[in-house]
């Protein structure tokens, strides 16, 4: 059970609307009226962000189940507000709400590009594709004012250092130069993430994301540019979103991506209190039908977080969906992988001084 909404303060286009402690707190607060009758003053929530220092930008992993092994993330929190998002438990490592905490209290780290060039000067670094927004989004909107991904870009670039990338943020387009520079080298590849093409839907469960028809157009202008763009169909939501896998594979099609994949709905730890909590608000009378097809992908339980099933799901309902996604995959002429990206050309930028090479 989720605590009250605190009535004193007003909420403008949040995924979310309470506050619960994370789950590693000691501690719980509740509201309490102190039965005086004065009125409070109501306040409206807005956007805080503060700024981290970290020895290091590049965060490795070894999960079986991830094709990358190497990320980076500008950021901790997303204004986007996706109420599904599973990457809202990694606030409560913070010591902040995965809720709206999560919205409203954005870590960013600027210095992330000299941190960057600096881990890939080490002798003992190998390249492989650095992956962007696995986490939480590197556009999301805080990143138009503070740009910390130019920065990151060409030192990438500099570096002829491979990188992938995962977004719905429009302000990728801010950096298409870049973007298709790196591309014509092989060396770049984006996905977009397309929940549903229902902009009023989509507007209540990612309250400040772009709009699907956005989305379409930043996969065309990416697209132009050379860029190759990969559509995630993600999450796919039973009842909600399902109905509409063949039709934004289409529509994406139509723009331009030349790959795609798909990821059943995923409900980590807290996210599930929060998405139940969000369907009894937005489509209560669809609210059980969907979370018992949820569980029915999920092993009976809201979540299953074994490595090769947390991305794929189980049973009829899971191997429906991916059939679909199959059949009409194969139907628009999608490529069934993504491009391999060129890794032969990884070295140091040259700096003044340096003797040119004679080939």
């Known amino acids: 059970m989720l605590p009250p909404r605190d009535p ?64 980076i993330n500008p950021y901790r929190g997303c204004e986007h507000g996706c109420v599904y998002c599973y990457a809202r438990p990694s606030h409560s490592y ?69 990188v992938t990338l995962v977004t719905r943020g429009q302000t990728v387009l801010r950096d298409l130069d870049l973007w298709a520079e790196m591309a014509a080298k ?45 559509v995630m169909v993600a999450p796919i939501i039973p009842v909600l979103t399902e109905p509409e896998i063949e039709a934004i594979m289409t529509a994406a099609r139509d723009a ?30 669809m609210a059980a039908h969907i979370m018992n097809r949820v569980q029915a992908m999920r092993g009976g339980r809201d979540n299953d977080p074994r490595f090769g099933h947390r991305f794929k799901g189980e049973g009829v309902e899971a191997q429906l969906a991916l059939q679909r996604f199959r059949l009409v995959r194969r139907r628009l002429g999608y490529a069934e992988g993504s491009p391999a990206l060129d890794c032969t050309r990884f070295g140091a930028p040259p700096t003044a001084g340096d003797q040119l090479s004679l080939f």
């Open 256 to 285: 331009g991506a030349t790959t795609a994949s798909m990821i059943p709905l995923r409900l980590p730890f807290e996210v599930a209190p929060f998405f139940r909590d969000w369907l009894e608000r937005h489509r209560p009378g």
């Open 186 to 230: 092989d060396q770049a590849m984006v996905g977009i993430s397309v929940t549903t093409l229902d902009a009023d839907l989509s507007r209540a469960m990612e309250p400040r994301a772009p709009a699907p028809a956005t989305r379409l157009k930043m996969i065309r202008e990416l697209a132009r540019a050379g860029v190759p763009v990969r």
């Open 8 to 71: 004193d303060q007003r909420l403008k286009a949040r995924g979310t609307d309470s506050r619960p402690e994370g789950r590693f707190e000691a501690q719980r607060r509740e509201r309490v009226h102190d039965g005086w009758d004065i009125p409070e003053e109501s306040t409206l929530l807005r956007t805080e962000v503060v700024t981290e220092r970290p020895r290091s930008i590049i965060t490795r992993n070894t999960s079986p189940d991830i094709s990358f092994d190497r990320s």
């Open 94 to 162: 913070l010591g902040l709400s995965p809720g709206l905490d999560f919205e409203t209290k954005i870590t960013a780290k600027p210095d992330a590009p000299e941190l960057l060039a600096r881990e890939l000067a080490r002798p003992s670094y190998k390249p492989a594709p650095i992956a962007l927004g696995t986490n939480t989004d590197p556009y999301q909107p805080i990143e138009a004012k503070l740009a910390i991904m130019p920065g990151i870009l060409r030192v990438l670039r500099d570096w002829n250092h491979p």
